[in-house]
């Protein structure tokens, strides 16, 4: 039997009108609940038995992947107590106020001590937290150049790019296509820099998830039968700021967020996220 690869996977099979039927307050938090291993898909009482069979119960791994994350944060967070705070903030776009190392991501401020606590406006989960320290750590400080490539062009980027398009930009995609208004607003919350010209799409924005690590995203909506698209590019500059392993890591971080404030808030995000 099948398994799903993404959430987007099994919300895409649901009614989504939140008859809550199933105990869950939406059809996205119980399609996030099958995903996990957590509820099966049959538990859906508007799914019919005929589709229910043709998927098993997801393996309940997700326990096991948030404790890779919070070891590997564990082990930067001890690197980071030797830094020299004030001598990493001038290498790498920030501020030091002569306790905190101050730096911006997705535009908003976040705070890093010598003991590496963090103290930040948004979510503090180990999928941005770990990408974010070994910025901290290994960043160049090269200038960026205002030159776009996709990541298969980035000098070690042909030995991940297929993985890439299967755990970051396929369920970015998903997102887009199942809540176009959600996009929209995701990157007006982080953000995002609406520019024209770039290959012809309908919606371009650059983050800056990173000070010296832009990410511009092209997302081309279905039109005429032909399918949705979405792509991510790179500042040529990018592995001299972060290693491959960390650009895919904050990419694909990136993307989790995303569908987990998607899962959380809904329709309801900008005002949600306004309020706080």
Request: glycine share 12%; hydrophobic share 30%; net charge negative.
């Given at each position: 039997m099948a398994q799903f690869k993404t959430l987007m996977?099994?919300?895409k099979l649901l009614e989504k009108s939140n008859c809550r039927k199933c105990s869950e307050k939406t059809c996205m938090v119980f399609a996030a609940e099958v995903f996990n291993g957590n509820r099966a898909l049959a538990e859906c009482p508007q799914i019919p038995?005929?589709?229910?069979?043709?998927?098993?119960?997801?393996p309940k791994k997700q326990k096991a992947v948030d404790q890779d994350w919070e070891n590997q944060l564990a082990g930067l967070k001890a690197r980071i107590m030797k830094m020299d705070l004030q001598e990493t903030a001038s290498r790498i776009g920030a501020v030091y106020d002569g306790t905190r190392l101050i730096v911006k991501i997705m535009g908003k401020t976040v705070e890093v001590d010598s003991f590496g606590k963090v103290a930040t406006q948004i979510h503090t989960n180990p999928q941005v937290m770990v990408p974010l320290f070994n910025y901290l750590l290994t960043c160049k400080g090269?200038?960026?150049?205002?030159r776009w490539v996709p990541l298969r062009e980035l000098p070690s980027g042909k030995d991940w790019y297929r993985l890439?398009?299967?755990?970051?930009e396929k369920p970015m995609k998903k997102v887009a296509d199942t809540y176009p208004d959600l996009f929209a607003d995701l990157v007006e919350i982080f953000n995002g820099q609406p520019v024209e010209g770039h290959y012809q799409s309908d919606v371009a924005l650059v983050l800056h998830p990173l000070p010296l690590v832009p990410i511009l995203i092209c997302y081309?909506?279905?039109?005429?039968?032909?399918?949705?698209?979405?792509?991510?590019?790179?500042?040529?500059s990018a592995e001299d700021n972060l290693a491959i392993e960390g650009i895919y890591s904050l990419a694909t971080g990136i993307t989790w967020m995303f569908e987990k404030l998607a899962i959380r808030h809904g329709g309801a995000l900008k005002e949600s996220a306004r309020e706080d």
């Open positions: 996977d099994v919300f038995a005929e589709i229910s069979r043709g998927y098993s119960q997801q090269t200038p960026v150049e205002g890439f398009g299967q755990t970051c081309w909506k279905p039109d005429d039968g032909l399918e949705s698209d979405l792509n991510l590019y790179f500042d040529g």
